[in-house]
């Protein structure tokens, strides 16, 4: 599909991708290196300082091996935060074994064929996606760090800051039990209650650690507010509000099977349960939620098949969700109300009425994790039925693809400079009614559509970044 205008790149100073070029790429990847030789400062001490290696019973050898590892990572990370800030071409992904390698190659040759081959002149979702599969080879290329996730540590903490905003959920989910007859007799109730779970999935995705370099923790933990004052609040920040046309949509629905393409753990991706956790134990619409992970370390925050089976566990048995250090009689309450909702999650997880698209156990960059590479490549998602048949197959059958998030939703609409009025159908390309869509996305990157020109015209200068605005798009399926 050919869409009628160019996408974003970094040319144009004005645009988010030039920020992101100048100042948000080289934040992550000096993190890396930060984290990298700290910990190689750590085992040079034989400080047990993460559970990443057994430092205890760790021979020299393997200790200085691994020490050296790290250091010709730091090499290779810093050489690209130097050539990215010189606008130096992108290099070629060394062949690391895992899936891409060579159609990241072959469409980087094809762009440098057109002169936009440089860090600078990319198209920003093209060079993006890149970065975080160039990073994978770096790691992927050890013996000792192959199974490593450079972004572990960071999600794990911002997790764990959320613990507030996660125990009042986990509240308002406990006193739903007691209605649950009421809800099942009137469906008005139940409508309500779908826009409430909704919106937190939605502002779930307002907690971004790739945006952590400019939000501050009280920004965030005034974005995770729930109840009803909060998002009416919030209404007036949605700028495209298909609430309607989902809800319509999802009523139809019977025993059926949604899907979910998550985007970010932690915090964000416990929303995508609770909303997960409210359709198929409240509503006879939905019966069963298959979850779709990344392959790799991806835009510093998405979900790895471990961090999904973690965040249950975490939230069973680790003592900051599980018993919170404040003894109020709330919080001892909310515990176990978390509790409670965790260890559903963990049955549904056994008798199937969740899943993950591959098994909980995948190996980071698994080459057999079929199901779930297509989302690490670079592709615009209106190629999905060229590019994977077989995944394209699976979500024709789903009752709902729900697309978390703001890159889902740049890869929906092929990060293209649409006009704002653009319907969202017409963006998708022919993505547009193979299965019923739905994107939750708080706006972070300069893409957006199916807005009213005279909505933006009264809205602050960086509406289309700040993370404050929202758009709620659904498209149904064709009729066959
Ligand atoms: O725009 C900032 C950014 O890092 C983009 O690169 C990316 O599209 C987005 O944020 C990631 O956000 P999300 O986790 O919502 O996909
Ligand atoms: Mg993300």
Known sequence: FEAPYPPYDPTDKQSFSYETVVKRWPIIVTSIIDQLYQMNHG??????????????????????????????????????RYEMGRDYPMPEIEDDGEPLVREYNLELKRLAGEGKGTWFTCPWLFAECYLYRLLR?????TDHWAAFDQFAAQKDDTFMKSSVAVAQIATTMHGMESTKDILESDPSKLEVLFREMLQVCLWGNATDLSLLTHMTIADIENLQSVGKEAQTARQEYILKDDQQAVWDHVRTLKNARIDIVLDNAGFELFTDLIFADFL????????????????????????????????????????????????????????????LLANRWDRYLSDGTFALSVPLETPIGAPDAAPIHFWTSPWPYWDLRERDEELFGCLEGSGLVVFKGDL?????????????????????????????????????????????????????????????????????????
């Open 43 to 80: 085992l040079s001490l034989l400080e047990p300082q993460s559970d990443v290696f057994d430092v205890k019973h760790m021979n020299p050898e393997r200790k200085s091996a691994i020490i050296r590892e790290a250091k010709t990572i730091m090499e290779k990370v810093s050489r690209v």
């Open 137 to 141: 080879s770096f790691f992927k290329l």
């Open 280 to 339: 198929v134990t409240y509503t006879p619409y939905v019966s069963k939620v298959v979850f779709h992970p990344k392959a790799i370390p991806w835009f510093v925050s998405d979900v790895l098949p471990t961090d999904f089976l973690k965040t249950i566990r975490e939230l069973i048995r680790s003592p900051s969700f599980s018993s919170p250090s404040s003894t109020s009689p709330t919080s001892k309450h909310s515990a176990g109300h978390l509790k």
């Open 408 to 480: 889902n939703y740049r890869k929906l609409t092929g990060d293209i400079r649409w006009p704002v009025s653009t319907p969202f159908a017409t963006a998708v390309g022919p993505l547009a009614g193979a299965f019923p869509i739905l994107s939750l996305r708080t706006n972070k990157a300069d893409v957006a559509v199916g807005v009213d020109e005279a909505v933006v015209e009264k809205l602050e200068e960086n509406w289309r970044i700040s993370g404050k605005y929202a758009l709620i798009s659904f498209i149904p399926k064709a009729d066959a």
